[in-house]
């Protein structure tokens, strides 16, 4: 297919389609509107369905339902909206049940702002809901990562049986790009749902899409076997991009949008005649926790910035992973603001400043 | 640029087909003729990426903006001011609407019909053959009866916008071309300009040489202000 031009919103959701996503349930909010817009259009003229719920935590519902069925579905939303959904979210994890579900992250607490945002980190990637148990969170910084993110996710979610949730924010969502639908690069063996509730015939045991353990044991062990899977994840799912780490003397963690806003940074820094490296975790959970730990160990980094459109989150992650070997500096705008080029800029002067001293 | 004789000019079409930037630079065109120019942000579907951003470039070349109540604020009320309706009081100047995207958007313009009533008006129809669900002659077509029937306004004039942002060369232009030749075909509606950066542009065909409209690019994203990096 050749490239398209698109939006943030509708890419994520031409993706979800292209990836056999037949569901949509959702409630709207900005800034992820185009989403549900789409796919009200598409999904009829491909046999699908797209129901507009009555609220958030209806519609989280309806894809614990759709996914119980063993169907292809997501649903998307914006922060306070994504607030709504973590008792489902929490079920769906507790049930084993494979769906994406996408953020587009706008400021907050509270009802915050429509401007992009990256404060839902500690509510992606520690739970957000009740219980133990982890999403696999997947933060594109392009329109094209986007795209093969939400298709990829589509097959972690069945693979994995657990929720997937695509963490952009709304710059991500309303800005546009060139993009192109191609085939993922990489096949998966997935397993068949023999799980999924579709009607007994009598030809296989009863299924149970369930999330309710009355003996504690039970409930422990039933933990205790997500819990290996997730370990399973973390080895395999790691996906992290290093950019300009060789020789650097400082390098920026940073994700999604703000990424994009650091790689120009670090081309100005080049030009000032400073060595910065990014390190972008393309994961957020699992955490390319390794990455950090070898490139702590390169003598040349002396220090590490995160950098993100929140007051720091993911710098907590960041610090676990270089565990003291290095010092650890933060910058970040919240409320919706972006971050400056050349404010970042000016912050790692200061740490070079600082550690080369 | 041809002669704009008309005062009142809208620009509506599809979201993302490059209403806003075309706005943008048809009113700083005009105003470097010599023309007094009003523009009227009326996009009440776009949270960002949309006229009122370039506030300062519009104001530096003379031109009057008038936005949305809130705009650029995190309050989502698509509310509109009463400033707008002095367009239509005071003639002295040229206004250009620019129109959020699809349907939705141009519903924005119905509130001002008995005044569109009162003197001819300009209305572009901006197409980008390279966004999907306006890909085909027949979605063209459906998007624009429906922008009508939301407007209760009649598209005067068609411009091929077809691009791929930055990727763009000449063949996607080219290939924009006849399906919106199709278009205008089948509902005899003239295409009044091809647009695109100049680099572009300056490639067009002698046959469209009258047609070429090369712009420049006002919205970026915030790695890419030059003014920052």
Known sequence: MSKVLMKGNEAIAEAAIQAGCRYFFGYPITPQNEIPAYMAKRLPEVGGCFIQAESEVSAINMVYGAAGAGARVMTSSSSPGISLKQEGLSYIAGAELPCVVVNMVRGGPGLGGIQPAQSDYFQATKGGGHGDYHLVVLAPSTIQEAVDLVMEGFDIADQYRNPVMILGDGMLGQMMEPVEFRPLSSKRELPPKTWATTGYTGDRPRNIINSLFIDPQALEEHVKRIYRKYEEIKKKEVKVECYNCEDAEIIVAAYGTTARIVKSVIQKAKREGMNVGLIRPISLWPFPTSTFEEWAQREHVKAFMSVEMSMGQMVEDVRLSVNGRKPVYFYGRTGGMVPEPNAILSEIKKVIGGVSR | MQQENRRIILFTGHFGSGKTELAINYSIKLTRQGQAVTVVDLDIVNPFFRSSEVRDVLEKEGI????????????????????????????????????????????????????????????????????????????????????ESHSRLKVTDLINNTNLMYETNLNHLLEGQEIVEQVSEKLNIPIAYISGVAEVIEQLPEQYNKKGFPIDIYLHPPWDREDEV
């Open chain 2, 64 to 147: 009057r903006l008038l936005s949305p109540n809130f705009v650029g604020t995190t309050v989502d009320v698509p509310s509109l001011p009463p400033e707008i309706y002095s367009v239509f009081q005071s003639k002295n100047s040229k206004v250009i609407f620019d129109v959020g995207g699809d349907d939705i958007g141009a519903t924005a313009l119905g509130r001002y019909y008995p005044y569109f009533m009162q003197e001819p008006y300009r209305m572009f129809f901006v197409i980008n053959a390279r966004r999907p669900l306006s890909s085909t002659p027949e979605q063209i077509i459906e998007m624009l009866k429906a922008i």
